[in-house]
């Protein structure tokens, strides 16, 4: 797994990125059930980008009080969890730190699939784009 240190506002635009269908922030807390389910809609749709340990807009609005520093031990749950879902997902994991803050959050890179991934609990999603 790859660590990489960014700056204050790199980690703005990260933490202030809307969400979309390629793109979701979920607070550190997210059940590694939850996290299946996003990876899988990503692999089984366009493929896309989440981020735990930066917690959504709508918890928070000062941006600063969204990081939410773990070391990455801790994400050890989580990526338990994302290696459960079958067939294997194509990922790249990336862990994030931001000068002057302590932790990381961690950046999972979901790549589209010919495949149908399902969860552990043999559950299939796929994320849409939204029609304005």
């Known amino acids: 797994m790859k660590e990489k240190r960014i700056s204050e506002q790199d980690y703005i635009e990260l933490a202030q990125r809307e969400e979309s269908h390629v793109f979701d922030h979920k607070a550190f807390e997210v059940s590694g059930k939850s996290a299946q389910k996003i990876a899988v809609a990503f692999a089984n749709a366009d493929g896309g980008d989440f981020v735990i340990g930066i917690s959504d807009a709508k918890e928070s609005t000062e941006v600063g ?8 031990e801790d994400f050890n749950g ?3 969890a994302l290696s ?8 790249d994991y990336l862990f994030v730190s931001v000068e002057g803050r302590q932790g990381y959050a961690l950046v999972i890179t979901i790549e589209k699939s ?6 552990a609990a043999g ?5 849409k784009a939204h029609n304005l």
């Open 65 to 72: 009080d969204r990081w939410q520093a773990h070391s990455i």
């Open 78 to 80: 989580h990526l338990q």
């Open 84 to 91: 459960e879902v079958k067939p294997s997902l194509f990922a």
């Open 114 to 119: 010919a495949a149908v991934h399902k969860t």
């Open 123 to 127: 559950d299939v999603y796929q994320r």
